[in-house]
């Protein structure tokens, strides 16, 4: 059991790495996109598509699946690519991304892409709308769970905190909210634009049970989604620390690559980089 | 005269006749929209009693939703609750819902096609003593840009329970508007209401105008017609309580009979009713146009009677828009 949990584990992290290729690539054929939070948050889709989630890619409107809710909408490459992996697409339909008649729009259209729950990219409005799906599945006595991804610096949008303070008080316990906490904005590092910390004392002071984990350590994401299951009472909110860029040295916390997609040059030393983990080993 | 095919109230010149706010019927209407489908749930910001959403509240404890002065919020919960198969109806006074929450109608609601009911109460100069922060005269143009947006203006509170009921039944998302102050009840049961399709209200040989409004305005535009009629002017008066989709057929039809229209709304004469009149004539058959309406300017407070005549909306000033029209032609 434990030899394949961990080999469970292990397979997560190369489709992590495959994911990152195949978002430089996207992103480079594409010409425009976000480049550093969709790598950074690489292994947290991993892990939710991939272990997290109790989803069918090849039934997506199967009412008892988990819903997961994507707020901070410019994530969405990471989302596709990861979908398109889970096999709710083909891969060759990335190259669509952000073209005309596409389904795969620039920042996502619900009911354009079977699987993609709510349309997002205004900022601050997918945490209301998740309150909104796990008020539906309390009501309706439902089973699955709603996780929601914010971005830290959508934070700053007062919605969010309408939408924070509604679910403490409504003890939302079958809500996870998985914040990317990777200290960039586009005009800059998170804490000189608007400052958001203590974020864990201010989601506490609103009634949530908050849990840290690093946000590319497959398995913590992974024990504390568990953890948040047995949180009766509550929301949960898990902080992922991560690093922008992440997998690619000279995009890593550099916000400059908040919001554009590599040079043809600089994505061939991101896969180059991503193949070899940053030069640790030999590429194939 | 009267068409009396719409089964206007009998009372309806009568200076007794009943006076009930528009919210009343949206309550009402709640209520039986509450009984008629389990899936209908109701969202409100801080202002349950005032919008009538109470009475639902008090029925279905576990289907309604408080959430505080937070109407971006509303918006967010009600198109998540939408996209789970709820029939969601969130309630708010116009100016904050769908004035604050604009953005998050336009992209979660509209853009997604969510099938959300959204109620504005409160709306027009007539909200009277709050003053101009509470006034909504701007609501009808900024939703009646929204693709995928249906929009209902009734005029009298049965219209609203008919309008509210129909809402819940339509599938997509919605806006109903209603107004605060006691207004005329002079439409009844049998009254038609048709989503999408304006009714004649008033209709006199050989018209010389038609005159096309919406809310309780309405009553007003009939009470001059009435004058009129006593001073020769003949005219129709056409109930367009669906500002969108419009009956286009109806309007060009009466424009096409009368060759000169007025406007009649308690709303901004830019981008609301008078302005989609005018798209649709532009198009299908310019015809000299004079607008009733609040003439680029904000509201104040006072009573219901000193606003509508201060701000040109009484019955004096669509007689004087009519015959200024038909000098036109």
Same mark, same amino acid.
């Given at each position: 059991m434990a030899e394949s949990y961990d080999k469970k584990i292990e397979f997560l992290e190369e489709m992590a790495n495959k994911i990152r290729q195949k978002i430089i690539k996207t992103l480079l054929e594409t010409g425009s996109g976000h480049s550093a939070a969709t790598l950074g948050s690489a292994d947290i889709f991993t892990a939710l598509y991939f272990h997290i989630l109790n989803h069918d890619p090849k039934n997506p409107e199967w009412a008892e699946r988990d819903r997961l809710i994507l707020s901070c909408g410019h994530y969405c490459p990471v989302q596709y690519v990861a979908m398109a992996y889970a096999g709710y697409f083909p891969l060759e339909e990335l190259k669509t991304l952000r073209r005309i008649n596409s389904r795969l729009q620039g920042h996502p259209r619900y009911g354009d892409l079977p699987g993609i729950e709510t349309t997002s990219g205004p900022l601050g409005v997918g945490l209301s709308q998740?309150? @909104?799906? &796990?008020?539906?599945?309390?009501?309706?006595?439902?089973?699955?769970?709603?996780?929601?991804?914010?971005? /830290?610096?959508?934070?700053?949008?007062? %919605?969010?905190?309408?939408? $924070?303070?509604?679910?403490?008080?409504?003890?939302?316990?079958?809500?996870?909210?998985?914040? /990317?906490? %990777? %200290?960039?904005?586009? /005009? @800059?590092?998170?804490?000189? $634009?608007? !400052?958001?910390? !203590?974020l864990r004392a201010k989601y506490e002071a609103f009634n949530w049970h908050v849990l840290e984990v690093d946000g590319h350590n497959i398995e913590a994401i992974i024990d504390a989604t568990n953890e948040a299951k047995a949180i009766y009472e509550k929301p949960t909110l898990i902080i992922a620390h991560t690093i922008p860029g992440k997998g690619v040295d000279f995009m890593e916390s550099e916000f400059k690559y908040h919001g554009v997609p590599p040079t043809k040059d600089e994505a061939a030393l991101a896969l180059k980089e991503l193949r070899t983990l940053c030069g640790k080993i030999e590429e194939d | 005269m009267i068409n009396e095919k719409v089964k206007l109230s009998p009372e309806i010149f009568k200076p007794e006749i009943k006076q009930e706010p528009t919210r009343f019927g949206f309550g009402e209407g709640l209520l039986i929209a509450g009984e008629a489908d389990p899936n209908v749930v109701a969202l409100c910001a801080d202002i349950t009693d005032s919008t009538r959403v109470s009475l639902f509240r008090d029925k279905f404890p576990d289907r309604f939703i408080e959430v505080g002065v937070a109407e971006q919020n509303m918006a967010g919960i009600a198109a998540g609750l939408a996209l789970s198969g709820k029939i969601p109806f969130i309630s708010s006074y116009a100016t904050f819902s769908p004035g604050r929450n604009w953005e998050q109608i336009r992209t979660f609601i509209a853009y997604s096609n969510a099938n959300v009911n959204i109620a504005g109460a409160h709306a027009g100069i007539s909200t009277g003593p709050d003053g101009a922060t509470h006034q909504a005269t701007e609501d009808l143009a900024i939703m009646r840009v929204l693709p995928n947006m249906r929009i209902f203006v009734p005029c009298d509170a049965i219209e609203t329970r008919k309008a509210t009921v129909a809402?819940?039944?339509?599938?997509? !998302?919605?806006?109903?508007?209603? +107004?605060?102050?006691? +207004?005329?009840v002079f439409t009844t049961e049998e009254t038609p209401f048709i989503p999408g399709k304006a009714e004649i209200f008033w209709e006199s040989s050989k018209p010389q105008c038609a005159i096309i409004g919406c809310g309780p305005l309405i009553y007003n535009a009939l009470l001059a017609a009435k004058d009129?009629?006593?001073? @020769?002017i003949n005219t129709i008066v056409v109930n367009n309580h669906t500002l969108k989709p419009m009956d286009e057929k109806i309007i060009i039809e009466v424009a096409k009979k009368c060759r000169a229209v007025v406007t009649v709304e308690?709303?901004?004469?830019?981008?609301?009713?008078? @302005?989609?009149? &005018?798209?649709?004539?532009?198009?299908?058959? !310019?015809t000299p146009m004079e607008f009733i309406g609040m003439q680029d300017t904000f509201g104040e407070s006072g009573n219901m009677k000193e606003l509508i005549k201060k701000y040109g909306m009484d019955i004096e000033d669509i007689k004087r828009s009519v015959r200024r029209v038909i000098k036109r032609k």
């Open positions: 998740a309150i @909104g799906m &796990a008020l539906a599945a309390r009501m309706d006595k439902k089973k699955h769970r709603i996780y929601c991804l914010t971005s /830290d610096g959508e934070h700053d949008e007062g %919605n969010i905190w309408e939408a $924070v303070m509604f679910a403490g008080k409504n003890r939302l316990s079958n809500l996870t909210n998985i914040l /990317d906490r %990777n %200290n960039i904005q586009i /005009d @800059g590092y998170t804490e000189n $634009v608007m !400052p958001l910390e !203590p | 809402g819940a039944k339509i599938w997509g !998302p919605d806006y109903i508007r209603f +107004t605060r102050e006691k +207004t005329p009129l009629a006593e001073e @020769g308690e709303h901004q004469i830019k981008g609301g009713l008078g @302005g989609a009149v &005018a798209e649709i004539l532009a198009r299908n058959y !310019p």
